[in-house]
């Protein structure tokens, strides 16, 4: 029988009521500059807003239709260190940092959920 192993709580977010970082902050700013923050000054083409706009929907809509289509496979995770663990993928963030993976079978045992950091990575594979 597998062994289970303790759920890691991670820290909360730096509001109070832990639903997200502050739209001023200096990393919320450099993650989400694009020409669209910039459609308030005048001599932005609207013309050329309109097509990226266009362009993120669409590459949106391909990253929600292929995390739809791994939800729930099979998955073997190559991590650093030489270790290979196999688990059910649940989902990743818009930012691809974590990835969500349910019965994650380690080397000491089986987490029944857990949030597994990208950097942590160095291959996955999914069972078609």
């Known amino acids: 029988m597998a062994t289970p192993v ?4 991670l820290p909360r977010g730096p509001d109070p ?3 997200g970082f502050d ?14 923050a910039s459609s308030s000054c005048a001599c932005a083409d609207p013309e050329e807003l309109n097509r990226e706009q266009r362009a993120r ?3 949106r809509e391909r ?8 939800r729930d496979k099979k ?4 991590m650093h260190g030489d270790v ?13 940092l974590n ?11 089986v987490q029944k959920e857990a949030l597994i950091r990208c950097q942590d990575v160095v291959s996955y594979s999914f069972d078609l």
């Open 23 to 36: 739209p001023n902050s200096p990393r919320y700013i450099a993650l989400c500059r694009t020409s669209i």
């Open 6 to 9: 303790p759920v890691l709580r």
């Open 17 to 19: 009521h832990s639903r």
């Open 57 to 59: 929907a669409e590459l």
């Open 99 to 109: 990835l969500q993976v349910s019965d994650l079978h380690t080397p000491i045992g």
């Open 63 to 70: 990253f929600l239709r292929c995390l739809l289509a791994t």
């Open 84 to 96: 290979t663990v196999d688990a059910t993928f649940g989902c990743c963030d818009i930012d691809v």
């Open 75 to 78: 998955v073997s995770l190559n």
